[in-house]
């Protein structure tokens, strides 16, 4: 079976971990986790990193970062992993699902314009499968007086007219679960482009202690300042992090290697099924985060799935609609309705592709892929 996803290890991520280990310094903001930030700001124009468990507990800091009062309002789109929504709902917040557009599948700026309220604080947009969100949601949030915060997931690597993805919104989110391009396993970065939530996110990252301004000789002892929570990396999952950015150029060749495989082996292929492929946008770097197929319909995508399957190949689908979901209708609601995402839900296929996949591998997937249908 090839499967949707294996993780890549990077050659001297063992080495690194060891390192770890004979410092005895496993907790977080460590060597390691120094390392990591400096490579993550530098591919983000020197910004903020912090470095988290997860990119949900990131999206958690910023939203404890934006003070949520009942009834307060974040706009989020349908088509999305949970946490984005999650994160803002656990700390209070009404959640405002937008629909997502259909070229791009992020979150759809005429919407948008036209569920922000005054009681919007935040639009939490996601760069989906690396695919730039629309400028227009930065000029939105600028017009109303709102904060932007991206989760950008899928983005690390991704650029939109040589700008990197991340560093528009005043804060952005990053993940390394296994999934994900780069991984230590589980963890996660937030990416403070806006200088003046660094001293609160360190402290609310601290347990609400002012223990970074201490650790910098900025106070004599540090204290309980704030509320907050404990967002810190271990140390010791920072050394796989760091291993594997120092791979990331081998890591993306390989990612870039199987898309165009993908790209070039299957558009005879699709043309013919009626399907259509992800394309990256125009001007735009892609992170090669993932290769996306819209079948014609649901039950051709149920037939595709189970053919794919029965001759070894793993290929998934993507999102079921927030705004649909259990928790999604106790949370919020989708005013305009969200027909693109409940549409693009039932039709997505994402084949594998994953950071260590190997050539026979993604010539496989393409053959088995093109042998549907014909
Ligand atoms: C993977 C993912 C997350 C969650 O990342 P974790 O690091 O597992 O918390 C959030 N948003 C999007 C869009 C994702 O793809």
Redesign the pocket.
């Known amino acids: 079976m090839i499967p949707f996803n294996r993780a890549a290890v990077a050659p001297h991520q063992l080495e690194l971990v060891g390192e770890s280990f004979t410092t005895a310094n496993l907790s977080g903001d460590g060597p390691f986790t120094k390392m990591a930030t400096q490579t993550l700001s530098e591919l983000h124009g020197g910004a903020t990193v912090l470095l988290t468990p997860?990119?949900?507990?990131?999206?958690e800091l910023s939203a404890l970062l934006l003070d949520l009062a009942s009834g307060d309002e974040v706009i989020v789109p349908s088509f999305?992993?949970s946490?984005?929504a999650a994160a803002f709902a656990l700390m209070g917040a009404t959640i405002v699902f937008a629909d997502v557009e259909a070229e791009t599948l992020n979150i759809d700026p005429e919407q948008v314009a036209q569920l922000i309220t005054t009681r919007t604080r935040a639009i939490a947009p996601?760069n989906?499968g690396g695919t730039p969100v629309s400028a227009k949601i930065r000029a939105l949030a600028d017009e109303h007086g709102v904060l932007m915060i991206e989760?950008n997931?899928?983005g690390l690597f991704a650029a939109a007219d040589g700008r990197p993805l991340g560093t528009i919104g005043e804060l952005s989110?990053l993940?390394?679960?296994q999934?994900?391009n780069i991984t230590c396993g589980?963890?996660?970065a937030l990416v403070i482009n806006d200088p003046s939530f660094i001293e609160r996110a360190e402290i609310l990252r601290e347990k609400g202690t002012d223990r970074a301004r201490f650790f910098r000789g900025m106070v004599d002892k540090y204290s309980w300042v704030d509320v907050g929570s404990s967002y810190l990396l271990a140390d010791v999952n920072a050394a796989i992090l760091a291993a594997q950015l120092d791979h990331a150029d081998e890591i993306q060749a390989r990612r870039a290697a199987a898309w165009n495989h993908y790209h070039d082996a299957l558009g005879s292929w699709a043309t013919e099924m009626g399907a259509g492929m992800l394309e990256p946008a125009a001007g735009a770097t892609p992170s090669y985060h993932l290769f996306g197929l819209l079948m014609p319909d649901h039950a051709t995508r149920t037939d595709f799935l189970a053919h794919t399957k029965s001759e070894g190949v793993l290929a998934v689908f993507h999102y079921v609609p927030l705004h649909s979901a259990a928790a999604g209708r106790r949370v919020g609601s989708a005013p305009l309705g969200c027909p693109v995402s409940s549409d693009v839900s039932d039709r997505l296929v994402r084949l594998p592709l994953f950071s260590d996949i190997k050539v026979e591998e993604y010539e496989r997937v393409a053959e088995v892929v093109a042998t549907f249908g014909r």
């Open positions: 997860s990119c949900t507990a990131a999206l999305t992993f946490s984005t996601v989906y989760d997931a899928h989110t993940s390394f679960h999934t994900k589980e963890g996660g």
